[in-house]
């Protein structure tokens, strides 16, 4: 754990009391892992619509709460999950630590580093857990990149992309710099499984570019970072999703000195010399129920998680320096 947990602090009833704001996918899968788990009752939810919200109060048989800061201030809630727009996940995190819960975020845990920083420190000084979601990191892609990396030898290059073509595009929340952020801060798992997988970065050089409909809301957005890693490996991220792109693409490369890895969601290749050997990818399925178990055990028994909130906000921070750079057209440094 990232925390250093009193679990005897005596609060943490049989079952937990959950409270969950958002009413999205995660917040539904959220939903259906707690009511599947012994250790948990699920008491609230709280949403953006009232129609949403109801739909998924009725599904799963539990009160409708009229906000989010009602739901926080709920006696008989141990735990607030927060499953909505990136841009309220650091202030309801606040309110939330502040009643005294703990807290599970799906990333980002802010928009603002430094407002992720202070939460991280007031999670700490009132000794509840503090968890950022990062499932890509449960997943099969990820494991099976570090599985078969050894078999490459030094790697020197990395290119993630990501293409998500909609026509047309949603107008949605996701369309929105406001609510979901810079595409890299927003999407923070393209930036975090290079962190996770090679450390810390040196520099960072990117360029950004939204197809607007009107201000706040774009039909398309095309991310390209460059990355400059402090061991010395070069890597590159590019995210796009809307209207412009006509052929998904979700490949991650990484080129080393014996060898090349290619792989997409379903499986990997091994390149050497003019052998390519097939790689097993295991399946998505079941990775926000194995979050949520994740959560439950550290809570009453523990037990580490697979991820920590500081290097959430490391990859945070990476995003940040990216966004700065596609401002200024300048390479940014994070080195001091």
Not at 3 to 13: A, C, F, N
Request: proline share 4%; with cysteine; net charge negative.
């Amino acid at each position: 754990m990232s925390q250093s947990l009193d679990l005897s602090w005596g609060k943490v009833s049989q079952p937990l009391g959950v409270g969950i704001v958002g009413t999205g996918y995660a917040a539904k899968m959220r939903a259906t892992a707690l009511k599947a788990d012994e250790r948990s009752q699920l008491v609230a939810i709280s949403g953006h619509t009232s129609a949403s919200t109801l739909a998924l109060s009725q599904e799963f048989d539990v009160t409708v709460s009229a906000s989010w800061t009602d739901l926080v201030q709920r006696p008989d809630i141990d735990l607030v999950m927060i499953c909505t727009i990136n841009r309220d996940h650091g202030q309801i995190a606040r309110h939330a630590l502040e009643q005294g819960k703990h807290v599970v975020v799906e990333y980002p845990l802010s928009l603002d580093p430094q407002e992720a920083e202070s939460l991280i420190t007031l999670a700490q000084e009132k000794n509840k857990l503090l968890h950022v979601e990062h499932i890509e990191l449960l997943g099969g892609l990820h494991n099976a990149i570090k599985a078969s990396l050894a078999a490459i030898g030094q790697v020197f290059y990395v290119r993630y992309v990501t293409f998500n073509p909609q026509h047309p595009a949603s107008r949605k929340w996701t369309y929105q710099p406001s609510l979901f952020g810079f595409p890299l801060s927003g999407a923070l798992s393209r930036l975090h499984r290079f962190t996770d997988l090679f450390g810390t970065v040196a520099s960072v050089n990117c360029q950004n570019q939204y197809w607007e409909i009107e201000p706040d809301l774009y039909k398309a957005c095309l991310c390209h970072a460059q990355l400059t890693f402090n061991n010395g490996i070069l890597g590159e991220s590019v995210y796009g999703k809307g209207e412009v792109f006509w052929q998904s693409e979700n490949t991650f490369t990484l080129y080393g000195e014996q060898g090349t890895l290619i792989f997409t969601p379903e499986k990997g290749q091994l390149i050497q010399n003019d052998t390519i050997q097939t790689l097993e990818v295991a399946s998505r399925r079941g990775l926000f129920v194995k979050d949520t178990q994740m959560v439950l055990d550290c809570l009453y028994q523990g037990t580490p998680l697979y991820v920590t909130p500081e290097a959430s906000l490391y990859s945070l921070k990476v995003a940040e320096a990216a966004r700065q750079s596609s401002l200024s057209g300048q390479k940014y440094n994070l080195n001091p």
